[in-house]
Structure formats: structure tokens, C-alpha cells
């Protein structure tokens, strides 16, 4: 194994404050105190780990309506997060924009998206930014199955192949689009088979393997970074809630959905780590702690947190 | 001043703002050797090179999507979409993407990006290559609409929105290219949101947009000569939109009528009116009238075509009959 203990605890603790947020995010959203709807990643934390890891501070990251696990492997913090979540003044989007559009610009975090594909164009225009300012960044392009199936990511890979563009797309497959499984949603075997037609590399990962995810990342920035164009990874991974906060899953049994949490992620990679002693169960306890410290430090902030001010209706409207 | 066509003042606006500022490039179908479909862009890749100039496929959501990306990330693209028509196909992006990422992300993210198209009848195109769908665009918060009408306008407009901070919808129109109007040696900024009182008069208001402003200042011409004196208002900018402008030319001639290409339903001389009705009810002498196109898909054929155009003689009639 090439990964420092560091990078290999970093992406520990990283899915274990994944997962300890969406279940925070959850009991607010039971409690009353989040609002419309949330999109859990419970189930998918190797994914953004993974990939995230293999990027660097300027680089740049398309996420997701179900993208608090990519934006907080991107670094962003779960103060602000929930803060937003909650809709207060202090939130990353000052309340505007809520779970489904966590934004950090200037971190590199170009926007959770409401539009299913709806940031897959966006990521194809921030590769063309980097490559016409001479940046040495890349930006990796998250969307599901369900997005795959879109016309802008036609539009927006084929573009970047073309003009080879510093861009990674990173299908996050869960199964199901909504309701819709991908068996019945894609024709071909795998959604990666898509680029042949591209004409960029295609790569099936195992999605709940953190390191498989990151070493396959890692290789397309690599190659992005080369100036050799955009690569398509598809992750194969399972969401373990619902589409959303009340989704009542009719769609899907609970055998398969216990066969996929028998695969979670988390307990898989700290095996790994407790196998080959970078690990111990008092260092692990630790990490958890440390990671639950900082989620409810955030609760607190977000909840004691004000509301936004209601003449900031009318503002942010135009520049 | 010299004497240019409508077609060479965005040319020139083009070109003035990517020497001015490297971060503006150019992306659009047939931008690149062809020059446009309409001829605007032709001799810019020889300038600037394939990097900004860059020559897409078919494929309007990626422009659109692209071009907002790019923007987020410190560009100033200037994106083109060869008929508005085909914008239906970037709707999203422009939509939801480019009008709310900045409300959406609390103030932190500026899209500096600008959106040229062309709509208009007058070809024989029928009705997927002629419409006038600016009034969609005027719904959406967090978008500029800007549709000019002369040489001078168009290239001090465009220059205006290529430095602006927000997305705008730049829209040309296919028949006003070829026309030609006075535009000054020196650099100058037209601003946006910003009418401009095209003739003066004292008996009546004619607001009119794009090609219909030409059509607009025959037909004054024309009521001269029968001793009406019609004040012809272009108002520019559609979003934001001059209504003071178009308040003071009211109150002025106590008379309105609003003409524009679109078709008359919830077109833009609809949200005209209803300021106007509201903010300068007592000014007004008469009823507002509209002359628009009917409210119909735009016909192939030329004489059901220039059935659907308004009319000068349309425009004529309607203000007498409010003037009676």
C-alpha cells in the first residue's frame, strides 16, 4: 500500500463524518428543525472518500442533490453545513439554498445540484476555465445512474473529450433512480460501457472499497492533469435509506438492501486498516469521538445559529 | 462616426472586449472558420485563435452549461446560440443553473456570462427558426435581458454586458443585421436598463422593441406627414427594465401603444402595460394598446408570414384609433 497512515486515517475519519452527519441531519429533519427534503449518502461514503482523496486544495468538485457526502470529503465544514441545513443566516448559502445546493466556490466546491445532471455541464465549464487559464486543476464530475441518463452528460463528455478537458466523471451507481433500478434504466451491462462512445477510458470500480476507488481516481487525474483528457469511472454502491427523508421504499426488497449493508463500506476499510495495525479499537473509538464531537458542536452552532434576516429575501438576486 | 452595419457593431464589440480582457472567449456552433450563421463572428479566428474562439458541436445545453461553469470559475464567456429557438435546448442551464447559482449560493458565486442569440421572422423560416421568446427570459430573476435594435445600441450594449457580473441574454435579431446606423470612432459603454427615446414627439408613445422599433420610426415618419407627432420609445433593455422612461414619454403624450414581434400573450408589452396602468394610470388619455403578432405558430409561408409580422399599417391604426 503507497498511502501514507495519515491519508489512510484522514479517509477513516472522513467516511465516519459522513455518515455520523447524515444521521444528525436526519434526527434534525425528524426533530422539525430541517426543512423540504433530504438526500442521504449513508451507504456511499467510499465513493466521495475516495475520490476526493485523490485531489489536491484547487482543484474542483461538481456534487449532487445527494452531495453532502462530496462536499464534505471536499473539505467543507459541518458547522456551515448544517447550519444551511437548517436554513440559518450562517449556513454556507446564508439559508437560500439549503441541503441540496452546498456551495463553496472559492473552495472549489462549484454546488450541490437540484437538477438530476443538472452540474454535469457546469464541470465540463470549470475544466475549460482551468485549461484557458493554464491551471494544473482538474474537476471531478459526481451524478448517479439516474443523471447517466440525461442529455447534457452526452453533451458535456463528449465536449470535454474533444477538448480534453481536466474533467472526471464519477457515476456514483446506487441502484436506483428514485424508484427506478438501474437494471430497468440502462441498457448496457455497465454505465462506464458509455465511454467508448466518448472516446475516453471507462472504468467499473467496486464503490464501497475506498481504496479501489481512490487508486482508480487518482490514476484519471493523473491523466487529466497530463492534459490527456477526461476519464468515466462508475462506482458500484448502494444507498441504505430511501431517496429521500420520507421515501417508504416500496420499490426494492429488504434482503437486498441487508445483503448491501453486510458490504458497508466503513466496516470493510477498518478491517483493512485494523489487519494491518494502523489501526487499533482505542484509536478507532477515538476517531469516532473526535467525529461526533465535531457534529455536535455543529448542531449546536446551527441551531443557536439566527435566522436569516427577512429583507435578504430581495438580495443575492444580481451581482 | 462611421456608417457600420448592425452586424459589424457586435463584431466590433466582440472584438474590442477579448483584446481588452483575456478572460472573455467565445463558444457557439459554426463560430470558428464559417464566421456564424449569420456572418458576426467571421475573421475572429484568425484574431484569437481556436483557445477563444472555440467552435462547439451541436449541442446547446453544453454551451449554455459550459459557458456557466466557466463563468463561476473566473471566465467571461460569451456564448452563442445560433437561433433563439434552439435555447430551448439550454433552458436548464440557464434557468437553474446561471439565474440561481448566485441567489442559491448566499452571494458567493458571480456568473459573468453572456448568452448572444438572434430570433425574429422575416426569412420564410417558419416556426421553429422565427420566433421572439425574449418575454421568458424576462420571467426569470437573476437574468438580464438586453435586445437592441441599431448599430450604436448593439455594439455599446454588448460591450456593456461582456463587463457585467451577471448572465445576460444578448438577443440580435436576423433582420436588423444588415442594416446600417452611425457609431462612433471612440470606445463607448451603452448602459444597461437604460430606454432611449429614439424620436421625440407630443401626441403619442410608441414602445417598441428590436426589429419592430425600425418598423415603429417609419410608421411615426409616416403619421407625421398626417400630423401626428408619435414619441418612439426603445426600451433596450427588457430586464431591468426603463419604465421611468417610459412613465415621463406618457405623461408627456397621455397615449400607449406597445409594439413587439412576440405574439401578444404574456409577451413583454403585457408587464409594460400593467406598470404603466399602474404607476401612470392619470397620464393616460385612453386604453394601452398592443401591437403584437398574433398568438399563433409562425407560418411558412411569405404572405401568412407578413400576415403575422406587425404591420406598420397595423401600428398606424392603432394609433389612431386611441388618438380618436
Given at each position: 500500500?503507497s498511502?501514507?497512515t495519515?491519508?489512510?486515517?484522514?479517509?477513516?475519519?472522513?467516511?465516519?463524518t459522513?455518515r455520523?452527519?447524515?444521521e444528525?441531519a436526519f434526527d434534525?429533519f425528524?426533530?422539525g428543525l430541517v426543512?423540504?427534503?433530504i438526500h442521504f449518502?449513508?451507504?456511499?461514503e467510499?465513493?466521495?472518500?475516495g475520490s476526493?482523496?485523490?485531489?489536491?486544495?484547487g482543484d474542483a468538485?461538481t456534487?449532487?442533490?445527494?452531495g453532502?457526502?462530496?462536499?464534505i470529503a471536499?473539505g467543507a465544514?459541518?458547522d456551515?453545513?448544517l447550519?444551511?441545513?437548517l436554513?440559518?443566516?450562517?449556513?454556507?448559502c446564508?439559508?437560500?439554498g439549503?441541503?441540496?445546493h452546498i456551495?463553496?466556490?472559492?473552495?472549489g466546491?462549484?454546488g450541490?445540484?437540484?437538477i438530476?445532471g443538472?452540474g454535469?455541464p457546469?464541470?465540463?465549464?470549470a475544466g475549460?476555465a482551468?485549461?484557458l487559464q493554464k491551471?494544473?486543476?482538474?474537476?471531478?464530475?459526481?451524478?448517479?445512474?439516474g443523471?447517466?441518463n440525461?442529455?447534457?452528460?452526452?453533451e458535456s463528455?463528449n465536449?470535454?473529450?474533444?477538448?480534453?478537458?481536466?474533467?472526471?466523471y464519477?457515476c456514483e451507481?446506487?441502484y436506483?433512480?428514485?424508484?427506478?433500478c438501474?437494471l430497468d434504466?440502462?441498457?448496457?451491462?455497465n454505465?462506464?460501457?458509455?465511454?467508448?462512445?466518448?472516446g475516453m477510458p471507462g472504468v467499473v470500480?467496486?464503490g464501497n472499497?475506498?481504496?479501489a476507488v481512490y487508486?482508480?481516481v487518482?490514476?484519471a487525474?493523473?491523466r487529466?492533469r497530463a492534459?490527456?483528457?477526461p476519464?468515466?469511472?462508475?462506482g458500484k454502491t448502494?444507498?441504505?435509506?430511501?431517496?429521500?427523508?420520507?421515501?417508504?421504499?416500496v420499490?426494492?426488497?429488504?434482503?437486498?438492501k441487508?445483503?448491501?449493508m453486510r458490504k458497508d463500506?466503513i466496516a470493510r476499510?477498518?478491517?483493512?486498516l485494523?489487519?494491518?495495525?494502523?489501526l487499533?479499537?482505542?484509536?478507532?473509538?477515538a476517531?469516532?469521538?473526535?467525529a461526533?464531537r465535531?457534529l455536535?458542536?455543529?448542531?449546536?452552532?446551527?441551531?443557536?445559529?439566527?435566522?436569516?434576516?427577512?429583507?435578504t429575501?430581495l438580495t443575492?438576486i444580481y451581482? | 462616426?462611421?456608417i457600420?452595419t448592425?452586424r459589424?457593431?457586435?463584431?466590433?464589440?466582440l472584438?474590442e472586449?477579448m483584446?481588452?480582457?483575456?478572460?472573455?472567449?467565445?463558444?457557439?456552433e459554426?463560430?470558428?472558420i464559417y464566421?456564424?450563421?449569420?456572418?458576426?463572428?467571421t475573421?475572429m479566428?484568425?484574431?484569437?485563435?481556436p483557445e477563444?474562439i472555440?467552435n462547439?458541436?451541436i449541442s446547446?445545453?453544453a454551451i449554455a452549461?459550459?459557458?456557466?461553469?466557466?463563468?463561476?470559475m473566473?471566465m467571461?464567456?460569451?456564448?452563442?446560440v445560433?437561433?433563439?429557438d434552439?435555447?430551448?435546448?439550454s433552458m436548464?442551464?440557464?434557468v437553474n443553473q446561471?439565474a440561481k447559482?448566485r441567489?442559491?449560493f448566499g452571494?458567493k458565486?458571480?456568473?459573468?456570462m453572456?448568452?448572444?442569440?438572434?430570433?425574429?421572422?422575416?426569412r420564410?423560416?417558419?416556426?421553429?427558426?422565427?420566433?421572439?421568446?425574449?418575454?421568458?427570459?424576462?420571467h426569470?430573476?437573476?437574468?438580464?435581458?438586453i435586445?437592441?435594435?441599431?448599430?450604436?445600441d448593439?455594439?455599446?450594449?454588448?460591450?456593456?454586458a461582456?463587463?457585467d457580473d451577471?448572465?445576460?441574454?444578448?438577443i440580435?435579431h436576423?433582420m436588423?443585421?444588415?442594416?446600417?446606423g452611425?457609431?462612433p470612432e471612440?470606445?463607448y459603454l451603452?448602459p444597461?436598463?437604460v430606454?432611449?427615446?429614439?424620436r421625440e414627439g407630443?401626441?403619442?408613445?410608441?414602445v417598441?422593441?428590436?426589429m419592430?422599433?425600425?418598423m415603429?420610426?417609419e410608421?411615426a415618419?409616416e403619421?407625421?406627414k398626417?400630423?401626428?407627432?408619435?414619441e418612439?420609445v426603445d426600451?433596450?433593455?427588457?430586464?431591468?427594465?426603463?419604465?421611468?422612461?417610459?412613465?415621463?414619454s406618457?405623461k408627456?403624450?397621455?397615449?400607449?401603444?406597445i409594439?413587439h414581434?412576440?405574439n401578444?400573450?404574456c409577451g413583454?408589452?403585457?408587464?409594460?402595460?400593467?406598470?404603466?396602468a399602474?404607476?401612470?394610470?392619470d397620464?393616460?388619455?385612453a386604453?394601452?394598446?398592443?401591437v403584437?403578432?398574433?398568438?399563433?405558430v409562425?407560418?411558412y409561408?411569405?404572405?401568412?408570414?407578413?400576415a403575422?409580422i406587425p404591420?406598420k399599417?397595423?401600428?398606424m391604426?392603432?394609433v389612431k384609433?386611441?388618438l380618436?
Open positions: 500500500m498511502l501514507d495519515n491519508k489512510l486515517l484522514w479517509m477513516y475519519k472522513t467516511m465516519l459522513i455520523g452527519f447524515e444528525k434534525l425528524k426533530r426543512r423540504g427534503s449518502y449513508i451507504g456511499e467510499a465513493m466521495a472518500t476526493c482523496g485523490a485531489i489536491q486544495p468538485i456534487a449532487t442533490h445527494r453532502h457526502g462530496q462536499c471536499k465544514k459541518v456551515l453545513m447550519a444551511e441545513l436554513g440559518k443566516a450562517t449556513g454556507y446564508k439559508g437560500k439549503g441541503s441540496m456551495a463553496d466556490v472559492d473552495a466546491i462549484l450541490a445540484n437540484g438530476v443538472g454535469i457546469l464541470a465540463a465549464g475549460l482551468f485549461k491551471a494544473p486543476n482538474v474537476v471531478l464530475c459526481f451524478f448517479g445512474d443523471a447517466s440525461q442529455g447534457g452528460l452526452l463528455a465536449l470535454a473529450s474533444i477538448w480534453k478537458l481536466p474533467v472526471v464519477i451507481n446506487n436506483y433512480g428514485l424508484s427506478m438501474v434504466s440502462v441498457a448496457c451491462p454505465i462506464a460501457d458509455r465511454a467508448v462512445a466518448f470500480v467496486d472499497d475506498v481504496l487508486e482508480t487518482s490514476a487525474v493523473a487529466a492534459g490527456e483528457g476519464t468515466f469511472i462508475e448502494y444507498r441504505w435509506m430511501g431517496h429521500f427523508s420520507g421515501d417508504a421504499e420499490y426494492r426488497t429488504k434482503e437486498e441487508e445483503e448491501w463500506p476499510f477498518e478491517k483493512i485494523l489487519d494491518r495495525n494502523l487499533d479499537s482505542a484509536k478507532a473509538q476517531l469516532r469521538q473526535e461526533e465535531q455536535e458542536a455543529a448542531e449546536k452552532f446551527a441551531i443557536e445559529s439566527p435566522d436569516p434576516a427577512l429583507d429575501l443575492d451581482a | 462616426m462611421a457600420i448592425y459589424e457593431a457586435v463584431r466590433e464589440a472584438r472586449e483584446r481588452r480582457d483575456e478572460r472573455v472567449f467565445m463558444l457557439g459554426d463560430i470558428g464566421g456564424g450563421a449569420f456572418g458576426v463572428t475573421g479566428l484568425e484574431e484569437f485563435g477563444r472555440r462547439t458541436p446547446e445545453a452549461g459550459v459557458a456557466v461553469g466557466a463563468a463561476a473566473g467571461r464567456p460569451v456564448a452563442e445560433m437561433y433563439i434552439f435555447i430551448t435546448l436548464d442551464q440557464l446561471a447559482i441567489y442559491m452571494g458565486a458571480k456568473i459573468p453572456v448568452m448572444r442569440t438572434q430570433g425574429g421572422a422575416g420564410c423560416n417558419a416556426g421553429q427558426h422565427s420566433q421572439s421568446l425574449e418575454a421568458w427570459f424576462v426569470i430573476p437573476g437574468l438580464y435581458v435586445q437592441p435594435s441599431t448599430p450604436y448593439v455594439k455599446g450594449l454588448l460591450k456593456s461582456i463587463r451577471n448572465p445576460v441574454i444578448f440580435e436576423k436588423i443585421y444588415a442594416t446600417k452611425e457609431v471612440k470606445e451603452v444597461i436598463g430606454a432611449d427615446v429614439k407630443k401626441d403619442v408613445t410608441i417598441a422593441t428590436s419592430m422599433l425600425l415603429a420610426l410608421a415618419t403619421l407625421a398626417e400630423g401626428i407627432e408619435a418612439v426600451p433596450c433593455t427588457l430586464n431591468p427594465l426603463d419604465i421611468d422612461t417610459i412613465l415621463n406618457v408627456k403624450t397621455s397615449h400607449l401603444v409594439c414581434e412576440a401578444e400573450r413583454v408589452g403585457a408587464e409594460i402595460a400593467a406598470q404603466v399602474d404607476k401612470g394610470f397620464y393616460l388619455d386604453p394601452i394598446k398592443r403584437c403578432a398574433p398568438n399563433s409562425i407560418p409561408n411569405q404572405h401568412l408570414e407578413r403575422f404591420s399599417e397595423r401600428l391604426e392603432a384609433e386611441i380618436e
